[in-house]
């Protein structure tokens, strides 16, 4: 047979398409061209391959024409993985390896000069690409991988993975009468370990109230104090107090990961926290390049973005969340292509109060003048502000006063009150209470008629957006759920209301 056809997939965003690597060999001067929308490290497959087939002890059909097509051909393909479907369609086409076994898999890999498979980016897509084509009908295949890889995508449950050391492996099992390859298993779940406790924290009881808010309704939260008073320290505390992920989400949150190659599987499970510098660029926030990646908006999919220093930050950068934090999810666009990410992640920001720092703090006097702390805190433009449900201040703390207060509640004590919070309104209304849609406030928010006219009155003095109004009513909605309350008092709502003050008002 001179003409051998393998099964693949290339990423396009977060989806992983289908491609058909069909390899011919044909009579005329040595040649090995590869066509259809390759990028340069594809293109570059023709030497890896050759020397992996040459070092494994294999034929190489080096007096022949060979033809490499990556079909469909408008779709771009980058990367390495498609060294491995080269080389099973070269010994294929030459008679090597049974082609009629080689068609029950789908398989992604990069080869070593040796012969050796490399792991490849995006086995999570592929593995979720295929469980997706097989619940649609389409006919069910394994899926072949490297070792390192296989072992994410196991983790989708309705898939045979098999996996793989080296070439000669694959080539083994896909004699005719060869041995199956050895089929990968999932890791399973960890309770995660050595997490930041918020028991570490003394004192700040205001600012874990808040953080405990932030956990039971999924709020974003931005907090203002002078340096030292514990600011990162409570941002880097949240992640241990929501709830677990269930299965889909956690592949989803996985999946994300794994196509910017930064899953790590003793992680598996657990809600990612993401920190990037205040230099960090609009597109490593929210993502682009070309082909396009995921920022660090999706890479923290389903966990908690940490944005310290927040006017620090570029002002295009931070103007680039605001579509994100409204509808979760980011789409790029480019002159060539289009591709969509998800970003439903929590926010929790970091800033001083002004240029110095000391604005307010105790024990050191501020030198900005009021136009500098004006100019310093205007960074943050008011739509950006708008969009945050918690804007709370973290006081200094004399060291003399720390020194007698006693350790605070251990983060698994809080974790628990969020826990049965955030159960109470999934059994409600089937998403935690940031994600309560407007349409549905009057529902599921139901004001005591005081509660109902303090908001009301406070709406109207502090001149807030309707945003602004449904933000706080979703906060107070939370506050009831901690406190077990069905409907919204006018305590619940006088806290909502205080959690939104600072910035001389400028959040409301």
């Known amino acids: 047979m001179s003409l051998a056809t393998v099964h693949s997939r290339a990423l396009d965003g977060l989806a992983a398409a289908p491609v058909t690597v069909e390899v011919h060999l044909a009579n005329g001067l040595p040649s090995f061209t590869v066509v259809g929308l390759a990028d340069t490290?594809?293109?570059?497959?023709?030497?890896?391959?050759?020397?992996?087939?040459?070092?494994?002890?294999?034929?190489?059909?080096?007096?022949?024409?060979?033809?490499?097509?990556?079909?469909?051909?408008?779709?771009?393909?980058?990367?390495?993985?498609?060294?491995?479907?080269?080389?099973?369609?070269?010994?294929?086409?030459?008679?090597q390896i049974d082609a009629s076994r080689l068609a029950r898999f789908e398989c992604a890999g990069e080869l070593s000069l040796a012969g050796e498979l490399r792991p490849v980016r995006g086995a999570l897509a592929m593995a979720l690409a295929m469980r997706q084509a097989a619940r649609q009908g389409e006919a069910g295949r394994e899926l072949l991988l490297p070792a390192a890889s296989a072992a994410e995508a196991a983790l989708v449950d309705g898939l045979v993975v098999r996996q793989a050391a080296q070439l000669l492996d694959v080539v083994a099992a896909l004699q005719p009468e060869g041995e199956a390859l050895a089929r990968a298993t999932a890791m399973p779940r960890e309770r995660p370990a050595g997490l930041p406790d918020l028991a570490d924290i003394k004192g700040q009881a205001g600012p874990k109230r808040a953080l405990e808010i932030a956990a039971a309704g999924g709020h974003s939260l931005l907090m203002v104090g002078p340096p030292g008073t514990g600011k990162s320290m409570l941002a880097q505390r949240l992640a241990g107090l929501l709830p677990p992920l269930d299965d889909e989400a956690a592949l989803e949150s996985a999946a994300v990961l794994s196509l910017a190659g930064q899953f790590d599987l003793s992680r598996w499970g657990q809600r990612p926290l993401r920190a990037p510098h205040h230099s960090a660029s609009s597109v490593a926030l929210v993502g682009g390049g070309s082909p396009p990646r995921p920022g660090e908006i999706s890479l923290a999919q389903h966990g908690v973005l940490f944005l310290d220093e927040l006017p620090e930050f570029p002002r295009a950068a931070l103007e680039a969340l605001r579509e994100p934090l409204e509808t979760g999810r980011i789409l790029i666009s480019r002159a060539a292509r289009q591709a969509?990410?998800?970003?439903?992640?929590?926010?929790?920001?970091?800033?001083?109060p002004c240029p110095c720092g000391h604005l307010g703090n105790p024990l050191r006097a501020c030198r900005c003048t009021p136009d500098q702390v004006a100019r310093y805190q205007g960074r943050l433009s008011?739509?950006?502000?708008?969009?945050?449900?918690?804007?709370?201040?973290?006081?200094?703390?004399?060291?003399?006063?720390?020194?007698?207060?006693?350790?605070?509640?251990?983060?698994?004590?809080?974790?628990?009150?969020?826990?049965?919070?955030?159960?109470?309104?999934?059994?409600?209304?089937?998403?935690?209470?940031?994600?309560?849609?407007?349409?549905?406030?009057?529902?599921?928010a139901v004001l005591e008629a005081p509660a109902k006219a303090l908001l009301e009155r406070s709406a109207e003095k502090l001149g807030w957006s309707a945003r602004s109004f449904h933000r706080v009513l979703r906060v107070a909605r939370s506050v009831a759920d901690l406190a077990g309350a069905d409907r919204l008092a006018s305590s619940h709502v006088a806290e909502a209301i205080q959690l939104r003050r600072a910035l001389g008002g400028a959040a409301g």
């Open 382 to 444: 008011g739509p950006f502000l708008d969009r945050l449900d918690l804007v709370i201040e973290v006081p200094v703390i004399p060291p003399r006063d720390l020194q007698g207060l006693a350790p605070g509640e251990a983060s698994a004590v809080v974790a628990a009150r969020v826990a049965a919070a955030r159960e109470r309104a999934l059994r409600r209304q089937g998403v935690a209470n940031a994600l309560l849609p407007a349409q549905d406030l009057a529902t599921h």
């Open 340 to 352: 969509e990410f998800p970003a439903r992640f929590q926010l929790v920001a970091a800033m001083n």
């Open 41 to 95: 490290e594809v293109k570059e497959a023709r030497e890896r391959v050759r020397a992996a087939l040459a070092n494994s002890g294999l034929g190489f059909p080096a007096n022949k024409r060979i033809t490499v097509n990556l079909a469909p051909a408008d779709l771009p393909k980058e990367g390495g993985r498609f060294d491995l479907p080269m080389a099973l369609g070269l010994l294929a086409a030459n008679g």
